[in-house]
């Protein structure tokens, strides 16, 4: 069974950083891709980023050269370094993994059999 824990949310004012952290146990984590998505209430779900089980990364256009995500397999954990926040970044964020996947699906949350509760992410000055 594949569980996938996040943390590193919090309230910061425009501008700061936050680092989110999503732990993979329970599977095979040198294949599985992982996403960040998020939901702003009323809003849907939305893609934040990617990274291949090989390495290779996707981001949405509003979150390019704020936010970076990253792997670590000796730890079997995704991140997620967001800088410079903005107040429309405020949101659930959530993580999810799929074994394999291929560059074309990373951005479609359906793709994504396995997901975290979420971590709350409010940007507020």
């Known amino acids: 069974q594949v569980q996938l824990v996040e943390s590193g949310g919090g309230l910061v004012q425009p501008g700061e950083s936050l680092r989110l952290s999503c732990a993979i146990s329970?599977?095979?984590?040198?294949?599985?891709?992982a996403g960040w998505f998020r939901q702003a209430p009323g809003k849907e779900r939305e893609f934040v980023a990617a990274?291949?089980?090989?390495?290779?990364?996707a981001y949405t256009d509003s979150v390019k050269g704020r936010f970076t995500i990253s792997r670590d397999n000796a730890k079997n954990t995704v991140f997620l370094q967001m800088n410079s926040l903005k107040p429309e970044d405020t949101a659930v964020y959530h993580c999810?993994?799929?074994?394999?996947?291929?560059?074309?699906?990373?951005?479609?949350?359906?793709?994504?059999?396995?997901w975290g509760q979420g971590t709350q992410v409010t940007v507020s000055s």
């Open positions: 329970g599977g095979t984590f040198r294949r599985h891709s």
């Open positions: 990274v291949k089980w090989n390495g290779d990364t």
């Open positions: 999810a993994s799929e074994m394999g996947l291929i560059t074309s699906t990373l951005r479609n949350g359906a793709a994504y059999t396995y």
